[in-house]
């Protein structure tokens, strides 16, 4: 794992139609990071944990948080962030949520089909039982996934997935 890279930048938006927020990344920073071979990174954003993909390539390298993220840490538009990053270890992980965990537990086949999903659809379905505040959304939405996943009828799927 490469050592940690500090700087600071504005808080910017993008001009798509999402219109994402995103910090830049200074270009020896960005290619020291896709230096390891991935994108994914992780560190702190003014002390906050944050695990990411690095967007764009070396000389237009940005990082992008959602509003919530960004006013957790007390940033707006045009603030300047103070970041550490790194590249992560292992690209591949991912963390589960423990519902998710549960819900998989209980479903075989479900949990026997999310093990062949990419790591960025396991950390998309995982976000999506994670974003919900109450404790019984996460696990209603996590028994959801499990079933749609075991039936194929998970948002993406096609009749040749079966």
Known sequence: M????????????????????????????????LAAGHRRVEGTLEEHPFTRALHGSADNARLRFGRGFLRECGLAWGATAHLDVRSVADPNAVTLPDELVAALADDEEAAARFGTFTPGKQRSLAH???????????ER????????IRTYTLHGDRPTDR
């Open 2 to 33: 490469s050592d940690f890279h500090f700087f600071a930048g504005p808080v910017l938006r993008e001009d798509e139609p999402m219109g994402m927020h995103y910090v830049p990344v200074p270009e020896p920073v960005a290619a020291a990071l």
């Open 128 to 138: 999506h039982v994670t974003s919900a505040k109450r404790t019984e959304t996460r």
């Open 141 to 148: 939405r996590a028994r959801e996934l499990a079933r749609k």
